[in-house]
Structures are given as C-alpha cells and as structure tokens.
C-alpha cells in the first residue's frame, strides 16, 4: 500500500467518524435501490420521493397518516463525488402531455430527501421537531451480482461461465461466441485483434441474453460500460483451461482481476457497504412471459443478490464499527399490469422464489419481505365478458402504439410451489402468461398529491416507518 492509499484510507475513516458523530443528532438512513435491467429502478425513486413530497397517496406510511411529517425536502447530497439522482428530469419526462418513461439506469447516483418529523407519543409534549435524512443510493443489479467476482479466481469465473454458456436456456445466444472460442488456442500468442473480438463477442452474448429474458448476466459493465468502453479492463472473455498458461490465457486473466480491482472493488467499498436499507425490483411478470427457463434464472440471480448483503442488526454504533443491511424489500414490479386479483398470487410466487435467501437472512436477523407494488399505476381494471365467463382485465395506453385496449395476461398459480417444480419445462404446465407493455398515464396532479402507485406506502412503511417514529 502506498502514501496515497495510506492516505485514502485515513480520510475515510476521518469520514466515517463524522458521519457517525452527525448521525447521532440528525439521523440517516440510506436506502439502496436496486433491480435488473427494465425493472423500474428509476421511475421507483422518482415516485417515491414525489410521495414523500407531496404525501396525498400515502395513507399506509404511518407518520404521514398521522400527520407527523411537517415538512420534506431535497437537500444536496453529502457525497459530492456521486452523481445526483436527476429527480425533476424524470419527474417531467412522467407528467409530461405526452409522458415517456424515463432513461434506465446507466451509473450510480444518489439523491438526499430530509424529513421534518414531529414526536408522537409522551416525547411529543417535550422533545421538538427532528430531522431525518433519507440518502437514496441508485445502482444496477448486474453490478450487485458483480459482487460474487470477488472471491472467484479467472479459472472458477471461467469454468462457471462457460458451463452457463451450454445450459439449455443459454446455449442459442451463446453458439456465435462459443463457435469463435473453439477456435482460439488459450495456451497462444497475446494479439489485441483477435482478443478484442472474442471480448466483443462474449459481450455479445451477455447482451443476447439480457433481451431474451434472462438475468444473472456477469461481468455486469459489459452490459453497460459507460467510460470503461473500450478499456482494457473490458476487454475479456473466458477461457477453457490449458495445460500451458501462454500469452492469451494470462492476459485476459489480468484483465479479470484488473476489472475486480477498477470496477468491483470501488463500488462494493464507496456505495454498497454503506447501505442501511435495500429495496430488489425484481420484473417477475416478464419472466413469466419468458417461459419457464427464464424465471429459473430470475431465481438464481436473486439468490446471488440476496446472498451479496450482509444482513443482520443495526445498532446505533453502526455508522461508526460498520454497517449491515437489516431490512430488504424484494419487490415484484408493475403489478399493474395484472388485476388485483393476481396481486397475493404475484408477492407469494416473488416470495417462494426467494424462500431458501430469505431464511438465511431472518436466521442473522435481518428482515426480508417480498410485496407485489406499482410505482406508477400505468393501468385501470376493466371485467371483459368473453365466451361466457368474465375476465378480468387491465387497461391501459399499449407502449408500442400508443392506443388504449383492455388485456387479460392469464391467471398466475395458486400455488407458487407446484409452479415452480415446472422450472425445467419447455412451457408452462397451466398455460401462457403474456407479459405486456404499457405507456404511463397522462397525469393531472391535485395539489398535494404524488403520482398513482400500488402499494408504494406500504414499501416506505416496510423500510422507513421504525425510523419515522
């Protein structure tokens, strides 16, 4: 470790302390926000944080409820580093006349709201307002799945990878990448052409994957390189192993570790481990409409997320010893887009989907809910009488049109168990679900309201409420 890494090391601890020391007065809670790609990671925090402005829509948050909130606020964020999360950009790109939904997240940003909170209880006659601070950390989920990278040598990582590549639900997108590796020698000769095109195509693939559905996609930047385009910190592809470690083998084995040290490593360090709270949007609904393969790999990959945190308690100490995550929200996303009917029916498939994760995390003392919400409710429900008997259907403007029509997706299980034991089928065993995609509403505000949502109260009361009171 040199000077400056000495040095980096004590500012950050200098910071931490601080932190620690300001927290006992104005305390903050930082909530992590995260979800794979197309889950609503954006429109979540700018509706959330439109709610908890404008708190018409929030009947279940329970200080709202009782009028205990006086006042919020968004205030400069105290890591001046990160970008800030563009609140009002997006905010505008939903209640525009012609609303869009906003840009998908690319990078990690952030964004502090402070909350003017009034006592309740015997501390209301003798304690004043207080401050609370809810820093909103945004992130991509193939990031977090990155996390896994960390204690896998170049050999494991490939070896996992290559296996993935052949799996069944994989192997079509897999087959031009796989068909190039055959015909590279791993023992061989350094040469940039060649190695580039082989990163090329392994990205390729990762991004074939990404449009079929599918999830647990690593190295996640390859999805999103962002200013790493390019670097040789991206230019890598797994390799089969060789009895001799030649110039190929050993390069792209450098550039593994270097995007474990450039990419991996700053994030876990600078944004991850710093998270008190966590909410996973997770897009159940468009894996289900992906067939039975793709919800297997749904279920891996939030197993790995599940397994990236450190759950447990929190104590009062924790932003000075080190924080852990003590309560995570699996949400099942655009739960709109079926009838409320479904909803039980969609939150107990997100739970059982999770339900190994979630014991491991309460046994350490974490909580761990799985709920079925909208951030922005995109939809209306219609009954449509059809052959005889009534279906039960949303409504809404169609994404790709733009015209309005009243869908019915199809009936999710009754019993997420007997579902799931059909993972390894080529179909579902009780007809397709067809997911679907929606425009947002055109939106007119009433003073003092936030942007329709289902069930996003009951999310902040979940991860917010204990530290509302």
Same mark, same amino acid.
């Given at each position: 470790m040199g000077i400056a890494d000495i040095a980096d090391e004590v500012a950050r601890l200098v910071e931490t302390a601080q932190d620690g020391a300001a927290a006992l007065f104005e305390p903050t809670v930082r909530l992590g926000v995260t979800g794979l790609s197309r889950a609503g990671k954006t429109v979540f925090?700018?509706?959330?944080?439109?709610?908890l402005l404008?708190? $018409?829509?929030?009947?279940? =948050?329970?200080?709202?409820?009782?009028?205990?909130?006086?006042?919020?606020?968004?205030?400069?964020?105290?890591?001046?580093?990160?970008?800030?999360?563009? *609140?009002?950009?997006?905010?505008?790109?939903?209640?525009?006349?012609?609303?869009r939904w906003p840009e998908s997240t690319r990078a990690v940003s952030q964004l502090r709201?402070?909350?003017?909170?009034?006592?309740?209880?015997?501390?209301?006659?003798?304690?004043?307002?207080?401050?609370?601070?809810?820093?909103?950390?945004? #992130?991509?989920?193939?990031? =977090?799945?990155?996390?896994?990278?960390?204690?896998?040598? #170049?050999?494991?990582?490939?070896?996992?990878?290559?296996?993935?590549?052949?799996?069944?639900?994989?192997? =079509?997108?897999?087959?031009?990448?796989?068909?190039?590796?055959?015909?590279?020698?791993?023992?061989?000769?350094?040469?940039? $052409?060649?190695?580039?095109?082989?990163?090329?195509?392994?990205?390729? #693939?990762?991004e074939a994957c990404r449009r079929a559905g599918l999830s647990g996609l690593t190295p996640g930047r390859f999805l999103m390189p962002g200013d790493l385009a390019g670097?040789?910190?991206?230019?890598?592809?797994?390799?089969?192993?060789?009895?001799r470690r030649g110039g190929l083998r050993a390069e792209m084995a450098k550039r593994f570790e270097a995007y474990k040290r450039a990419v991996v490593r700053p994030f876990f360090r600078d944004h991850f481990a710093r998270i008190d709270r966590q909410v996973v949007l997770v897009d159940v609904l468009s894996a289900l409409g992906a067939g039975p393969?793709?919800?297997?790999? =749904?279920?891996?990959?939030?197993?790995?997320?599940?397994?990236? *945190?450190?759950? $447990?308690?929190?104590?009062?100490?924790a932003p000075i010893i080190g924080r852990r995550v003590d309560r995570i929200l699996f949400a099942a996303a655009k739960a709109d887009h079926v009838h409320h009917t479904q909803h039980d029916r969609l939150a107990a498939l997100t739970a059982e989907l999770l339900r190994r994760s979630r014991e491991r995390a309460a046994f350490k003392g974490a909580r761990v809910e799985a709920m079925a919400l909208a951030s922005?409710?995109?939809?209306?429900?219609?009954?449509?009488?059809?052959?005889?008997?009534?279906?039960h259907c949303v409504r809404g403007r169609l994404a790709a049109t733009g015209r309005e029509a009243a869908l019915h997706p199809g009936d999710l299980p009754e019993d997420p168990r007997r579902f799931?034991?059909?993972? $390894?089928?080529?179909?579902?065993?009780?007809?397709? *679900?067809?997911?679907?995609? *929606?425009?947002?509403?055109?939106?007119?505000?009433?003073?003092?309201?936030?942007?329709?949502?289902?069930?996003?109260?009951a999310a902040a009361e979940f991860l917010l409420g204990d530290k509302l009171s």
């Open positions: 925090i700018t509706s959330l944080v439109a709610n404008d708190r $018409g829509r929030m009947p279940r =948050l329970r200080a709202a409820a009782q009028g205990r909130i006086e006042a919020a606020q968004l205030r400069p964020q105290p890591d001046r580093a990160a970008p800030r999360f563009d *609140f009002e950009t997006h905010l505008g790109a939903l209640l525009a006349p012609e609303p709201l402070s909350l003017r909170l009034r006592p309740e209880g015997w501390l209301a006659g003798l304690a004043g307002p207080r401050v609370v601070h809810l820093d909103i950390v945004d #992130y991509p989920g193939e990031w =977090l799945l990155d996390l896994a990278l960390l204690d896998l040598s #170049y050999d494991d990582w490939s070896e996992r990878a290559l296996a993935e590549a052949r799996a069944p639900a994989r192997a =079509l997108h897999a087959a031009p990448w796989l068909a190039r590796l055959g015909a590279v020698d791993p023992a061989g000769p350094w040469d940039e $052409g060649p190695a580039r095109a082989l990163a090329e195509a392994f990205a390729a #693939y990762l670097s040789p910190a991206l230019t890598f592809s797994p390799l089969p192993r060789a009895e393969q793709a919800v297997a790999d =749904l279920r891996a990959s939030m197993t790995a997320v599940l397994d990236a *945190f450190r759950p $447990g308690e929190n104590s009062w100490l922005l409710r995109a939809t209306v429900e219609q009954d449509v009488r059809r052959d005889g008997r009534v279906l799931l034991d059909a993972l $390894g089928a080529e179909r579902w065993p009780e007809g397709d *679900f067809r997911a679907m995609d *929606f425009a947002p509403p055109r939106l007119r505000l009433a003073p003092g309201d936030g942007p329709p949502h289902l069930r996003l109260d």
